[in-house]
């Protein structure tokens, strides 16, 4: 079955401007998780979504928000963009909160966002 | 909160070593991931442990579920180029969200 898909893969923005990222998870799985990764940094992690509900959320300025589909596509969103966002941003999928396996997240590609 | 820290933070090796790595917490954790990221991808899952005590191969690799549920280590033999990327450990916590580790970046001497 298909991958975890991420658009677009690359994006070049502004200092100000917003951005908004997408996240197709594997079909079936309905949790998206989706973390910021810069140079040599581990993985950060921004927020979980299940069943279009946001359940984890880690500790980012209010500018990060996201949302989930009624089909499990989740979105996040980047407003006023500051020269630090600079990153690739991840987006894991699962199948769901206490299911068997549900720890093991699916990545996808990433987008490599960079603020000039 | 609950913290992994991996070690070493890089490694140099040469085609053909063994290679060690781990990761060590000073909470308890019931699942123990691998995971590989290749350069401008997402990570991979390699290996993952359920059961303290567990010793675990995907190929030439090999990963222990430590007895004390504090740590996990992860080894590659023979290495080969192809071995070389960012090796993270990663555990759920009470509330199923994953704790990682900083990461073990291994490259290929010259």
């Known amino acids: 079955k298909a991958g975890v898909t991420q658009t677009p893969r690359y994006l070049i923005k502004t200092r100000g401007q917003q951005v908004t990222l997408s996240c197709s998870p594997i079909?079936?799985?309905?949790?998206v998780s989706w973390y910021q990764q810069t140079p040599g940094q581990g993985l950060q992690f921004l927020f979980e979504y299940f069943s279009e509900t946001q359940r984890n959320k880690g500790n980012f300025p209010g500018r990060f928000s996201g949302r989930q589909f009624s089909n499990s596509r989740s979105e996040m969103n980047v407003s006023t963009l500051e020269l630090g966002d600079s990153a690739l941003y991840l987006c894991a999928s699962t199948g769901g909160p206490g299911l068997a396996g549900h720890n093991e997240q699916f990545f996808g590609p990433g987008t490599r966002l960079t603020v000039l | 909160g609950q913290q992994l820290n991996q070690s070493p933070q890089s490694m140099f090796i040469q085609e053909g070593e063994d290679v060690s790595m781990n990761c060590t917490s000073s909470s308890i954790f019931n699942t123990w991931l691998w995971y590989k990221q290749d350069p401008g991808e997402g990570p991979v899952l390699l290996i993952a442990?359920?059961?303290a005590g567990e010793l675990t191969s995907n190929g030439r690799l090999t990963a222990q579920f430590g007895i004390t549920r504090k740590d996990s280590f992860l080894n590659i033999s023979a290495s080969i180029p192809s071995d070389v990327g960012i090796y993270f450990c990663?555990?759920?916590?009470?509330?199923?969200?994953?704790?990682w580790g900083a990461g073990t970046k291994l490259i290929i001497k010259p």
């Open positions: 442990l359920y059961k």
């Open positions: 079909s079936g799985h309905r949790s």
């Open positions: 990663a555990g759920p916590d009470s509330n199923y969200q994953l704790i």
